[in-house]
């Protein structure tokens, strides 16, 4: 039972530099997310996407792209590599149904440094 | 727009005890509350959930929560707190005509101490 992978879990980049998170979930869920998580703010969304085919904007969407390639993955990029990107990068899926009647599963997560 | 409020960025309290962490929210909707916790270098997981139903929530490991719509809070509580409660916790808010928004709050690290 693998749940939710993320790959790299550790990445150190240069300041213009462009990489891909990846996602993949076995549980064939719906929705995917993608969150970064800074101290004493929470998690705060990137991107999501309710379902195959369609991906939206979260609150804090500028600098990354997404890809929802298939149900199983949805992949983050970032074009150009900012200091400001350093964070801790959350994938996370959601089973069909209401946001109130299901709980977020989440990867264990992608430390991305960015000098 | 929704938003949440974790009071205290830090818990400290010692094994045996009673635990608080407390939360409050904003929406102008029926909201759907959660409490997640956080072990170190692992993704989150949910503790508990509220979701119209029953105001008082129990969730795993003897953690429970109270919605309290007059107060706009959804405190977390434990009667004893474990050593492996150890963690940091969010609460979260969903509308429930908003779709797939969870808005987080800023997180709540526990210590207990022996």
């Known amino acids: 039972n693998a749940g939710v992978t993320q790959t790299p879990k550790f990445q150190v980049l240069k300041t213009g530099q462009s990489m891909t998170l990846q996602c993949a979930q076995d549980?064939?869920?719906?929705?995917m997310y993608w969150y970064r998580q800074d101290p004493g703010m929470g998690l705060r969304l990137i991107y999501y996407?309710?379902?195959?085919?369609?991906?939206d904007k979260g609150e804090v969407p500028n600098g990354y792209n997404v890809s929802r390639l298939n149900k199983r993955e949805f992949s983050l990029r970032l074009e150009s590599a900012a200091p400001s990107q350093t964070s801790v990068y959350f994938c996370?899926?959601?089973?069909?149904?209401?946001?109130?009647?299901?709980?977020?599963?989440f990867g264990e997560g992608s430390r991305l440094t960015v000098l | 727009a929704q938003s949440v409020t974790q009071l205290d960025s830090h818990v400290s309290v010692s094994e045996g005890t009673p635990v608080l962490l407390r939360c409050n929210y904003s929406s102008s909707y029926s909201p759907s509350l959660f409490w997640y916790v956080q072990h170190p270098n692992k993704g989150l997981q949910l503790l508990l959930k509220?979701?119209?139903?029953?105001?008082l929530v129990k969730g795993i490991n003897g953690f429970e929560a109270e919605f309290k719509k007059s107060e706009t809070s959804f405190h977390l509580t434990k009667p004893s707190a474990h050593m492996s409660d150890a963690a940091e916790y969010f609460c979260a808010v969903s509308l429930n005509n908003a779709g797939n928004m969870l808005t987080f709050g800023g997180g709540t690290r526990l210590m207990v101490k022996p």
């Open positions: 996407s309710a379902s195959e085919g369609t991906t």
């Open positions: 996370a899926s959601r089973p069909r149904g209401g946001m109130g009647t299901g709980e977020l599963f």
């Open positions: 549980m064939n869920h719906n929705s």
């Open positions: 509220y979701t119209s139903a029953a105001t």
